[in-house]
């Protein structure tokens, strides 16, 4: 059996290297969070109907009013990400079969994960979904 030498410069230096790669790929392959908010879509208030949805297919979000207040919900569905479609009662995904309340808590499966909520802020006569 061979013995390589080496010295305490080399451990050192091979250890110092490591480390300062390890932290550059963590910052790298760390996403980066701007900290502003991004305002996903915007509308008049009075576009949402009492106890209605206004739907933003291409955004999908629905934004939702009822006696509390506005609300947005996602709609794309937690089971595997089809978009989910609105109706009197529920939201129901056309993929799988899975149902949701107007709340967005899940009635029956095969999602698991009730749909994802936005914030909504009324600014005078305009609500801004933001995400």
Do not use: W
Request: aromatic content about 6%; charged content about 25%; some cysteine.
């Amino acid at each position: 059996m061979e013995n390589l030498p080496q010295s305490r410069r080399t451990f050192l230096t091979t250890l110092t290297l490591l480390l300062a790669s390890g932290s550059l790929l963590v910052r790298y392959l760390t996403p980066r969070s701007s900290g502003k908010r991004r305002v996903i879509v915007s509308a008049a208030a009075a576009d949402v109907p009492p106890g209605g949805a206004l739907l933003f297919r291409t955004e999908r979000v629905a934004l939702l009013r009822d006696d509390t207040g506005f609300y947005a919900l996602s709609l794309v569905c937690t089971h595997l990400g089809c978009t989910v479609t609105v109706t009197e009662d529920a939201l129901a995904c056309p993929c799988h079969g899975s149902r949701f309340d107007r709340q967005g808590k899940v009635l029956k499966g095969p999602a698991d994960r009730s749909l994802e909520r936005f914030r909504v802020e009324v600014k005078g006569e305009r609500i801004e979904v933001v995400g």
